[in-house]
Protein backbone atom coordinates (compact mmCIF):
# COMPACT_ATOMS: atom_id res chain seq x y z
CA UNK A 1 0.00 0.00 0.00
CA UNK A 2 2.38 2.56 0.39
CA UNK A 3 4.60 1.74 -2.87
CA UNK A 4 0.90 2.54 -4.45
CA UNK A 5 0.40 5.59 -2.65
CA UNK A 6 3.94 6.93 -3.14
CA UNK A 7 3.67 5.88 -7.08
CA UNK A 8 -0.54 7.68 -7.54
CA UNK A 9 1.78 10.74 -5.66
CA UNK A 10 4.06 10.92 -7.77
CA UNK A 11 2.19 10.48 -11.18
CA UNK A 12 0.10 13.15 -9.57
CA UNK A 13 2.80 15.83 -9.32
CA UNK A 14 3.80 14.67 -13.05
CA UNK A 15 -0.14 15.51 -14.27
CA UNK A 16 0.32 18.97 -12.05
CA UNK A 17 3.27 19.96 -14.13
CA UNK A 18 3.28 18.60 -17.21
CA UNK A 19 -0.16 19.49 -18.21
CA UNK A 20 -0.40 22.43 -20.83
CA UNK A 21 -2.35 24.86 -18.35
CA UNK A 22 -1.13 24.25 -15.07
CA UNK A 23 -4.79 26.13 -14.04
CA UNK A 24 -6.62 22.88 -15.17
CA UNK A 25 -7.59 22.02 -11.53
CA UNK A 26 -8.63 25.83 -10.89
CA UNK A 27 -10.70 26.21 -13.72
CA UNK A 28 -12.25 22.38 -13.38
CA UNK A 29 -11.37 21.45 -17.07
CA UNK A 30 -9.68 18.34 -17.53
CA UNK A 31 -5.67 18.37 -18.08
CA UNK A 32 -4.00 18.07 -21.80
CA UNK A 33 -0.79 17.52 -22.70
CA UNK A 34 0.99 18.59 -25.76
CA UNK A 35 4.67 17.00 -26.74
CA UNK A 36 7.59 18.82 -27.60
CA UNK A 37 10.16 17.08 -29.18
CA UNK A 38 12.40 19.85 -29.18
CA UNK A 39 12.57 21.37 -26.36
CA UNK A 40 14.38 24.96 -24.84
CA UNK A 41 16.98 24.03 -22.52
CA UNK A 42 17.94 27.59 -22.16
CA UNK A 43 14.77 28.36 -20.10
CA UNK A 44 15.88 26.08 -17.12
CA UNK A 45 17.87 29.10 -16.00
CA UNK A 46 15.47 31.82 -16.68
CA UNK A 47 14.77 33.86 -13.54
CA UNK A 48 11.36 35.22 -14.36
CA UNK A 49 10.55 37.12 -10.65
CA UNK A 50 8.29 40.29 -11.30
CA UNK A 51 5.73 41.49 -8.56
CA UNK A 52 3.01 41.45 -11.51
CA UNK A 53 3.46 38.10 -11.95
CA UNK A 54 3.80 37.32 -8.80
CA UNK A 55 0.23 39.17 -7.76
CA UNK A 56 -1.73 38.07 -10.64
CA UNK A 57 -1.13 35.07 -11.99
CA UNK A 58 -1.29 32.79 -9.05
CA UNK A 59 2.42 31.99 -8.87
CA UNK A 60 2.63 32.20 -4.93
CA UNK A 61 -0.26 29.71 -4.87
CA UNK A 62 1.93 27.18 -7.48
CA UNK A 63 5.32 28.02 -6.10
CA UNK A 64 3.78 26.51 -2.38
CA UNK A 65 2.70 23.67 -4.00
CA UNK A 66 5.89 22.52 -5.30
CA UNK A 67 7.11 23.21 -1.81
CA UNK A 68 3.93 21.10 -0.29
CA UNK A 69 4.24 18.28 -3.36
CA UNK A 70 7.46 17.03 -3.24
CA UNK A 71 7.42 17.81 1.27
CA UNK A 72 4.91 15.09 0.96
CA UNK A 73 6.35 13.40 -1.58
CA UNK A 74 9.60 13.00 0.72
CA UNK A 75 7.47 11.57 3.08
CA UNK A 76 6.36 9.05 1.48
CA UNK A 77 9.71 8.10 -0.04
CA UNK A 78 10.57 8.02 3.27
CA UNK A 79 7.60 5.70 4.57
CA UNK A 80 9.15 3.43 1.60
CA UNK A 81 12.22 3.31 2.46
CA UNK A 82 13.22 3.87 5.61
CA UNK A 83 16.06 5.98 4.92
CA UNK A 84 16.10 9.61 5.32
CA UNK A 85 19.09 9.93 2.74
CA UNK A 86 17.35 7.62 -0.10
CA UNK A 87 14.26 9.64 0.26
CA UNK A 88 15.81 12.94 0.02
CA UNK A 89 17.96 12.17 -2.68
CA UNK A 90 14.91 10.44 -4.40
CA UNK A 91 12.38 13.22 -4.54
CA UNK A 92 14.94 15.85 -5.39
CA UNK A 93 16.33 13.79 -7.79
CA UNK A 94 12.12 13.54 -9.02
CA UNK A 95 12.09 17.32 -8.99
CA UNK A 96 15.28 17.62 -11.43
CA UNK A 97 13.16 14.89 -13.45
CA UNK A 98 9.84 16.70 -13.54
CA UNK A 99 11.70 20.22 -14.25
CA UNK A 100 13.42 18.37 -17.44
CA UNK A 101 9.73 16.99 -18.47
CA UNK A 102 8.36 20.52 -18.76
CA UNK A 103 9.87 20.98 -21.49
CA UNK A 104 9.13 18.47 -23.36
CA UNK A 105 5.15 18.99 -22.73
CA UNK A 106 5.74 22.66 -24.21
CA UNK A 107 6.18 24.28 -20.01
CA UNK A 108 8.83 26.49 -18.74
CA UNK A 109 10.60 24.16 -16.51
CA UNK A 110 13.06 26.21 -14.65
CA UNK A 111 16.02 25.30 -11.67
CA UNK A 112 14.93 27.52 -8.93
CA UNK A 113 11.64 25.56 -9.14
CA UNK A 114 14.09 22.74 -8.28
CA UNK A 115 15.38 24.43 -5.47
CA UNK A 116 11.54 24.85 -4.34
CA UNK A 117 10.85 21.75 -4.64
CA UNK A 118 14.09 21.02 -2.61
CA UNK A 119 13.09 23.26 0.29
CA UNK A 120 9.96 20.91 0.76
CA UNK A 121 11.64 18.24 0.74
CA UNK A 122 13.98 19.48 3.30
CA UNK A 123 11.18 19.73 4.99
CA UNK A 124 9.54 16.85 4.63
CA UNK A 125 12.90 15.40 5.78
CA UNK A 126 12.90 17.10 9.21
CA UNK A 127 8.77 16.46 10.01
CA UNK A 128 10.12 12.69 9.63
CA UNK A 129 12.92 13.30 11.90
CA UNK A 130 10.61 15.03 14.70
CA UNK A 131 7.92 12.73 14.40
CA UNK A 132 11.00 9.38 14.75
CA UNK A 133 12.09 11.54 17.59
CA UNK A 134 8.36 11.84 19.07
CA UNK A 135 7.84 8.22 18.67
CA UNK A 136 11.28 7.22 20.09
CA UNK A 137 11.23 9.09 23.07
CA UNK A 138 7.61 7.76 24.09
CA UNK A 139 8.73 4.26 23.23
CA UNK A 140 11.29 4.84 26.07
CA UNK A 141 9.41 6.22 27.99
CA UNK A 142 7.30 3.38 28.23
CA UNK A 143 9.93 1.07 28.66
CA UNK A 144 11.03 2.51 31.78
Not at 53 to 69: A, P
Not at 81 to 99: D, G, H, N, P
Not at 112 to 138: C, E, H, M, P, T
Request: a positive charge; aromatic letters at 14%.
Amino acid sequence: MKTFVLIAWAMLLLVFTCASDSSFWVNGTVPSFHWSGWPDFHVLTKLDFSLDLMYNSGYVLRKIGHFTGFAVLAVLFYRRSKSTVMSILASIAFALLTELLQLYFGRDGRLYDVAIDSAGVLLGAIVVQIVNRIKFDRNLSNAN
